[in-house]
């Protein structure tokens, strides 16, 4: 926690997103005051009238709580005038070579070189190592040298965005100078954690190393479960005896379908590419993805070995969401699930309790369910693609006797094998047996 001293500022976030609309939401909660601009009208009406565009637990509530110190608007004048602070908080979605695309950021900088009273221009949109140094050469082009710039990096993961905000491992500060540290770090007293001052690159670098290192991770997990598969071991043993050692820890060990989401899928590719622009090849990291590439589809394999072909099937999705607890469906296992069981001819149904549908084109083509029981019943098999802590309580042996077949594959191993096979099921499961 940072002992300065320090007074309420004026912030202006850019972006309305995940990252931009917790990061006001938190900052105001510490007593700044807070000015979001976004440039989507739609979004900036809801968020006025106090609806939150997307799930988020805690948000609206921190949002609703902080009504006096934090606004919404469409101009980026009216966010900057009496700003203090500048936070780019925008998307960097991959361009079609693979890098980041920074156009968003660039279109916010053009805003920035406006107001030169800033005290600070901060980015926690994720970019490519050097944005930072080109951000300081257009400002100082702009007669704003005096304006400090930071990178903080932002390491909340969604669905405890909040609480990963106000309680983080760490906050990382990248700046080149003592004062712009001082004012980010300052910015954050109240905050639960740690700060760690850098300057900008290894910040900008930090941020995709880490989301690299949990995603080898999970990658690795996954190997050593399709070892398992070929050996007779239990991979959800071997993985909890060996994250107890703690050189290496339990977190992120879990096998499954692999990763996606805005963050993992983006920032994986996005470091291959900065990479392969000055001749690196990332060997590690390039097996690392394609692990993950092959995981949704080795599953696939087994289940249809199981039913012999998938064409005519009736195959049910149990969560289409990334990952529990949020409505996201970026880059979702999911979308591999669906469109290759549609490729092979099946009738694919899904539930999911919160997703929100981004690539329509592909889901109008499978029939979504409210209840999970009602999309199992009559199905040839169904497959376990997202974490959703309910399917643990759906009465399995009922369901067993409704479905036309009781074939289960279980992609997040959330289920137990033997009362499965008790119920009823020829259960399929991630490095289990
Ligand atoms: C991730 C990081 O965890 C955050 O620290 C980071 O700030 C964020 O990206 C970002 O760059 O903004 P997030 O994408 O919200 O957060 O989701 P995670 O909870 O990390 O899960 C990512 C994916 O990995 C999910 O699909 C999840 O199902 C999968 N996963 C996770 C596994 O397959 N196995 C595990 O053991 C853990």
Redesign the pocket.
């Known amino acids: 926690m940072e002992s300065t001293p320090s007074a309420p500022r004026s912030v202006a976030v850019f972006g309305a997103g995940y990252?931009g609309l917790v990061t006001a939401a938190c900052l105001a909660e510490l007593g700044h005051r807070v000015v979001v601009r976004d440039v989507v009208p739609q979004k900036v009406e809801a968020l006025a009238r106090g609806e939150v565009p997307f799930y988020e637990p805690g948000l609206s509530e921190l949002i609703t709580r902080n009504g006096e110190r934090l606004r919404f608007t469409l101009d980026a004048e009216d966010a900057l005038a009496g700003a203090e602070v500048a936070y780019v908080c925008v998307d960097t979605p991959p361009t079609a070579a693979g890098d980041a695309d920074l156009s968003r950021v660039n279109a916010v900088v053009e805003d920035l070189v406006c107001a030169p009273h800033l005290a600070a221009v901060v980015v926690k949109s994720?970019v490519p190592i050097g944005t930072g140094d080109r951000i300081r050469e257009r400002l100082d082009l702009a007669g704003l040298a005096h304006v400090g710039y930071a990178s903080n990096p932002?390491?909340?993961?969604?669905?405890k965005a909040v609480a990963d905000f106000m309680h983080p491992d760490r906050i990382v500060v990248g700046a080149a100078d003592q004062a712009t540290r001082d004012l980010v770090a300052a910015l954050h007293q109240g905050v639960d954690g740690p700060v760690v001052r850098m300057d900008v690159r290894s910040a900008e670098l930090t941020k995709l190393t880490?989301?690299a290192l949990?995603m080898t991770r999970?990658s690795f997990?996954n190997e050593v479960a399709t070892l398992c598969e070929a050996t007779g071991a239990d991979v959800e043993k071997v993985m909890s005896a060996v994250g107890m050692d703690p050189r290496i820890g339990p977190h992120?060990?879990?096998a499954?379908l692999?990763?996606?989401?805005?963050?993992?899928p983006k920032?994986g590719v996005a470091l291959k590419s900065l990479a392969s622009n000055d001749g690196l090849h990332l060997q590690l990291l390039t097996a690392v993805i394609e692990v993950n590439n092959l995981q949704p589809r080795r599953a696939l394999q087994r289940l249809k070995d199981e039913l012999g072909s998938f064409t005519g099937k009736t195959v049910t999705m149990l969560g289409m969401a990334?990952?529990a607890h949020t409505d996201d469906m970026r880059q979702a296992?999911s979308e591999v699930v669906a469109s290759r069981l549609l490729a092979e001819g099946a009738q694919v149904r899904c539930w999911d309790p919160l997703a929100r549908v981004t690539e329509p084109q592909l889901w109008d083509q499978a029939t979504r369910y409210q209840d999970p029981l009602e999309a199992l019943a009559g199905a040839d098999a169904a497959i376990v693609v997202t974490e959703w802590p309910q399917l643990r309580d759906l009465p399995w042996q009922q369901v067993a006797a409704t479905m036309a077949a009781p074939v289960l594959f279980d992609g997040r191993n959330l289920l137990d094998p033997a009362a499965m096979r008790a119920a009823g099921f020829t259960y399929l499961s991630v490095g289990r047996h």
């Open positions: 990252i994720t932002e390491f909340t993961a969604e669905g880490a989301n949990l999970i997990a992120f060990l879990r499954g692999g990763w996606g989401g805005s963050c993992f920032d990334f990952k296992p």
